[in-house]
């Protein structure tokens, strides 16, 4: 039995042990955002064991010079790094002259809570430092969703003796770098600084980029609740940038500070209004006071969740697990700027460099686009359109032209900026995954004029890759694709990737087929797209060539289609004869080892079964399921979702529900052994996917909804909401019946559990 480390509730993430060692983990859990600004869940005074200090705002990137062993012709120039700024959080406090430090001090009690209802996180700890002097510390803070420039603390010190001498320095810690730097070089550099009484501005240039940030804070104090005017004298420290102030207190006092800080950005505002934003913002937030932030937050929050809530009955493991995912989804995107899109670790960890993967449109735009306003998703899609030109760069500096587009397996502004060789040029697939967010999304929305001005555009410069990118077999008579890596990312090198092989079919397919319904809504539009793409009936005759003749490794024998050329080569050992003492076998095995072995990291083959599932019978996805699953690891974040909604597709309610539980719980669990570095924000929106696709079966094909619903054994109940056709419904899903009500919009036709039925308010 899996023991929890936190403690099992609906709506908070209780952490009521200390472990000094373990706190670098619970950073990532507690951490803090609000789509723009965010920060790991740090203790505001000083900590002398494990920790990495993290704070972080969306768009804003170093560009870290590549570094790899041997250069080859098309690596990319720089690996784009979210920056890790300077920290406002820090408030450094001495208690007589002892320096407050919890991994010096005897812990007493401690309980942390994540209130991801309202959007806070309270610390309370009653300790004695290494003078046996009782001190009780309690921290509440949140980063406003409403202003989205700013977070706030309240931290409040109560002693149980008489003249205790409290010295505060809130302050800006400068003395911040970056885990992930390739060179070990500094990220941003200080301009200037300010440090007056009760308040602190850092200013600093993100190096080789003309990104500008300023870091602030002002603070308040009350003794039992009540406001003190304080003196200031400036902090010892270059690093820390803010002045201290001294306070006497006796028994059951309690001193407050109140510190309101965050950042300001050259990305939305301009860098000469930074100090007036700045005093404008941190003022009126210290008029308004603590706690009337802090409702103002929970309101907003209240929005979101009326939107995005799945409520499960009957499993408060589940509850838990789904809604710690959709509070940080929402945390690290919310759709407000344009500009902005979704890093693999939101503000939680620096690993992926926290910018834009495939993994936005293959296991995000679903949730976003279910439970936000479609233009959410539409934003997203719209970056992948502005940033077409530089896809067809990137596929020009791979060797391929004639408007192909080959779009980044990591990026900020459309140009490449993945260092790892056989990620930057062989996982190609991510071009279909785009492909397939532009059908969903045009299915939920029915937004032909995306597809007519934008989309198609992407289509047919996705399908043009596709075309430069195969070649003919003379002994296979076929056409191939050589030298991919594709999901499972335990190969690399392959040919023939079933899955990458298929998307380039269903590409070409799709976009021809697109173009045929454009054509029957407006002829005139179609010539236009016609011509303004120089197309022509001999491009579109190869595309259909490849479509019927491109090769799909398949075993009569296995009736499965196979992995890749060699696959059934390698020892077909099932992963349950891996000693577990070497699990993860990412951290335990040789890469070589693992290259050699037939495990597969995530979800392949069935990658495709899960997009392509209307082209397989349930007993073509029962055959591939059953033979795949025996070696697949799950050692990505993105594979037991995929799973969990394909078990859902064949039935298998009970293996359905045990992948939600791990791609749910992935985090708060730590399965993979690495939640310091992180959390996996993006897989999150596979975990809605289990539910709302997965158990739910929700689908959107032939211009219809459906549902086809089913309920794990442990569940009385689930709900959910869904944005679909502009139309908003509930949905309730018991083991009896479902029930699904239409909260706006106009009737609407659906087929529930293979029935159809009209839905009406």
């Not at 969306?58 to 870290?64: A, F, K, L, N």
């Not at 011509?531 to 001999?538: G, I, P, V, Y």
Request: aromatic share 12%; glycine share 6%.
């Amino acid at each position: 039995m899996l023991k929890h480390k936190y403690v099992l509730d609906p709506w908070s993430i209780i952490e009521n042990q200390y472990d000094s060692s373990n706190m670098i983990d619970s950073e990532s859990i507690f951490s803090l955002g609000n789509g723009k600004i965010g920060q790991r869940g740090n203790f505001e005074e000083d900590f002398s064991n494990n920790q990495t200090i993290g704070n972080y705002i969306s768009g804003i990137y170093y560009r870290d010079k590549t570094k790899v062993g041997w250069w080859k012709k098309g690596y990319p120039e720089y690996f784009a790094k979210m920056v890790n700024c300077p920290n406002w959080n820090k408030i450094r406090i001495s208690i007589n002259n002892t320096l407050l430090d919890l991994n010096k001090c005897e812990v007493l009690s401690y309980n942390r809570e994540l209130n991801m209802k309202e959007g806070w996180c309270e610390r309370k700890v009653l300790l004695k430092n290494d003078k046996s002097e009782k001190i009780e510390i309690q921290s509440k803070k949140f980063i406003s969703i409403k202003r989205e420039n700013l977070g706030v603390i309240n931290y409040k010190i109560k002693v149980f003796e008489n003249n205790v001498k409290v010295e505060v320095l809130p302050c800006i810690d400068v003395n911040i770098r970056n885990n992930d730097s390739n060179w070990n070089e500094p990220f941003l550099e200080t301009i200037e600084s300010l440090s007056k009484n009760n308040l602190g501005i850092v200013k600093s240039n993100i190096i080789n980029s003309n990104f500008e940030i300023s870091t602030f804070f002002k603070t308040e104090y009350l003794i039992n609740n009540k406001k003190i005017n304080s003196s200031y004298s400036q902090s010892e420290s270059k690093h820390l940038i803010g002045c201290k102030s001294k306070f006497l207190l006796n028994t059951d006092d309690e001193l407050t500070i109140f510190k309101v800080g965050g950042y300001v950005n050259s990305n939305d505002s301009n860098k000469n209004e930074f100090n007036n934003i700045i005093e404008k913002e941190s003022e009126n937030a210290l008029k308004t006071g603590f706690n009337e932030l802090c409702k103002e937050n929970i309101d907003e929050w209240s929005k979101v969740w009326e939107h995005s809530d799945v409520i499960i009955e009957g499993d408060i493991k589940s509850q838990q697990a789904i809604r710690f995912n959709i509070f940080h989804l929402n945390q690290t995107f919310n759709g407000n700027d344009p500009k902005l899109n979704i890093g693999p670790k939101g503000f939680t960890g620096e690993k992926y460099g926290g910018v834009t993967y495939w993994d936005t449109e293959a296991f995000c735009v679903p949730f976003y686009l279910g439970t936000k306003h479609s233009s959410v998703a539409k934003n997203l899609l719209n970056q992948r359109y502005n940033q077409l030109d530089n896809a067809i760069k990137n596929a020009k500096n791979i060797g391929l032209n004639h408007g192909a587009a080959l779009y980044p397996m990591v990026t900020v502004n459309g140009e490449e900026c993945h260092n790892e060789w056989e990620i930057t040029f062989e996982e190609i697939h991510r071009n279909a995954a785009i492909a397939q967010a532009i059908k969903k999304y045009i299915n939920f929305t029915n937004d032909h004029n995306f597809l007519d001005d934008e989309g198609i555009k992407i289509l047919i410069a996705i399908s043009r890759f596709w075309k430069e990118r195969v070649n003919y077999s003379k002994v296979l008579n076929k056409y191939v694709i050589l030298g991919v890596t594709g999901p499972n990312e335990y190969e690399n090198n392959v040919d023939n990737n079933w899955y990458t092989n298929y998307s380039a079919k269903w590409c070409l397919d799709y976009t021809i087929n697109q173009l045929s319904e454009i054509g029957n809504r407006n002829v005139k539009k179609h010539e236009s797209i016609i011509k303004e793409n120089n197309l022509n009936n001999k491009e579109i005759s190869n595309w259909k060539k490849i479509i019927k003749n491109i090769h799909l490794p398949y075993s009569k024998d296995l009736n499965i289609f196979i992995q890749n050329d060699g696959f059934l080569n390698k020892d077909l050992q099932p992963a349950n004869k891996i000693p577990h003492n070497q699990r993860p076998i990412n951290q335990n095995w040789s890469w070589d080892r693992i290259l050699r072995s037939p495990y597969i990291k995530q979800a392949d083959v069935l990658q495709g079964f899960y997009f392509f599932e209307d082209h397989f019978t349930k007993k073509e996805l029962q055959s591939n399921f059953d033979f795949y699953e025996q070696f697949t690891v799950h050692e990505s974040s993105l594979s037991a979702c995929v799973h969990s909604v394909l078990a859902s597709s064949i039935n298998d309610i009970e293996k359905a529900y045990e992948y939600f539980v791990r791609a749910s719980r992935l985090d708060l669990d730590d399965y993979n052994k690495e939640i310091k570095q992180g959390l996996h924000i993006t897989s999150m929106g596979g975990s809605w996917m289990s539910i709302v696709e997965g158990f739910a079966g929700v689908r959107v094909s032939n211009g219809k909804l459906s549902l086809n619903t089913k309920i794990p054994n442990n569940w009385e109940s689930y709900s959910f909401k869904l944005n679909v056709k502009n139309r908003k419904l509930s949905v309730l899903i018991t083991k009896q019946e479902t029930k699904i009500k239409l909260l706006q919009g106009k009737e609407i036709d659906i087929i529930l559990n293979n029935t159809e039925i009209t839905i009406n308010q």
